[in-house]
């Protein structure tokens, strides 16, 4: 009987699993894949727009073109989901599934912390461009880069960007005019990679001169004064303030019962089922409690790693076969240091009691590899 596999979101896991699916099922079948925007743009190459390494449109892409290997794409807004009843509403249409695989991601925004909305950030390709131009004419003054609210896709970025921030002042003879500084609300830095990572970006941040300060919640950014203030009353000046967004489950996914009180979709952390019979949901829109308070970091890695195995286990079922696939908790992600190196963040997030993650580097090796990663990707799914 001829199944239809239904996937919301092509972005990183989105777009996996749709070419996952495609190769393994039988023409029969159908794929469709959904998403409200026809380009897809390759996040982790933000912090290199921002300081002019890469063009936007180098790293942008049709999502159309997966229609060439068979996916059938569909540009649209997902408006409602009945995971009950296999049924989601896109662009006023219904849609009726077999299979579904949520990808939407996590939803940005910034009303909750005044003046945050008027911050630059590299948080998206438009605000990673607009940061580039600004760049090019700030020549003195403090640097402040701030982790506005928990959890933040690619707990690395932030500290990639400061990092790649002081290389580039460094580069244009500007730094001794310019002071950098991180503030986190984090304890350390990638919390959930235990107290090892932390602890080597905290030196590597450090070696460069970068501040640091943790434990920092924003709650209000003037930007009259160039000020903001913390939840636990402290004051940092800033005359160029770069910050991330505040991140949420996208609303559709919270009108449709599918996110929990925690506000993130709930799953099986090996098979990523969701509680709905063959709803699973994988990337960012999830949250896959560890140890200590902890949550695995939403990025694009895992996000891949689990499209592999959600895509494998419903071509499996389909088949007839076992779903013998899961989800480990493994993953890597390079954080870019300047000066082309990088280091890499690298280990299993799920071993206890804490995580075996280690950061390796900085050195060119990781540097190219990132460069390589990111045309493979591109070349790959488009
Ligand atoms: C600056 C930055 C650097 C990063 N660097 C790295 C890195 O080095 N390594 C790494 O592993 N990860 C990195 N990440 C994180 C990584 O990009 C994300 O974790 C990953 O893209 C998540 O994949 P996803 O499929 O869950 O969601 P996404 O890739 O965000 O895709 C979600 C898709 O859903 C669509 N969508 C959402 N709601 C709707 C709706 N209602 N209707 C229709 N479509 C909808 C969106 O348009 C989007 O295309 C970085 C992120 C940023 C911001």
New binding site residues.
């Given amino acids: 009987m001829a199944r239809t596999v239904l996937i919301?979101?092509?972005?990183?896991?989105?777009l996996v699993a749709a070419h996952r699916l495609r190769r393994m099922l039988d023409k029969e079948h159908q794929v469709i894949l959904?998403?409200?925007?026809p380009q897809?743009s390759f996040?982790?190459s933000?912090?290199w727009v921002m300081l002019g390494m890469r063009d936007a449109r180098r790293i942008s892409r049709d999502v159309s073109s997966v229609q060439k290997k068979g996916i059938e794409f569909l540009l649209?807004?997902?408006q409602a989901i009945d995971a009950a009843g296999k049924r989601v509403t896109v662009n006023e249409r219904e849609i009726e599934f077999d299979y579904l695989i949520v990808?939407?991601?996590?939803e940005y925004s910034s009303d909750e912390i005044p003046g945050l909305g008027q911050c630059w950030t590299?948080?998206h390709l438009d605000g990673a461009d607009g940061l580039s131009e600004r760049l090019q004419t700030f020549a003195s003054g403090r640097v402040a880069l701030v982790v506005s609210a928990l959890p933040v896709?690619?707990p690395a970025?932030p500290y990639e960007g400061a990092l790649l921030l002081d290389d580039h002042f460094r580069r244009r003879g500007l730094r001794d005019d310019i002071d950098i500084m991180v503030y986190t609300p984090e304890a350390a830095p990638l919390p959930s990679a235990g107290p090892k990572a932390g602890e080597r970006v905290v030196e590597l941040l450090s070696s460069r001169n970068v501040g640091f300060e943790h434990g920092r919640q924003l709650v209000e950014v003037d930007q009259r004064s160039r000020r903001m203030r913390f939840r636990d009353g402290s004051i940092a000046n800033f005359d160029l303030l770069i910050a991330t967004p505040i991140h949420a489950c996208?609303t559709?996914l919270r009108q449709s019962g599918l996110a929990d009180e925690g506000g993130w979709v709930s799953v099986d952390r090996e098979t990523l089922a969701t509680g709905f019979d063959d709803v699973y949901a994988?990337?960012?829109?999830i949250s896959i409690p560890l140890g200590d308070a902890a949550v695995l970091p939403?990025?694009?890695?895992f996000?891949h790693g689990q499209a592999e195995v959600v895509s494998r286990n419903i071509a499996a079922e389909i088949a007839g076969a076992q779903p013998i696939w899961a989800f480990g908790g493994q993953g890597n992600?390079?954080l870019s240091t300047g000066a082309r190196k990088a280091a890499i963040v690298t280990g299993n997030f799920f071993t206890e009691p804490t995580p075996d993650v280690d950061v390796r580097g900085p050195n060119r090796r990781w540097h190219w590899a990132k460069v390589g990663f990111e045309r493979l990707w591109l070349w790959r799914w488009f």
């Fill in positions: 919301l979101g092509a972005g990183t896991g989105g959904v998403d409200r925007s897809y996040a982790p933000y912090t649209g807004e997902v990808a939407l991601g996590a590299f948080y896709k690619c970025a996208p559709v994988i990337g960012d829109a939403k990025t694009g890695v996000a992600c390079f």
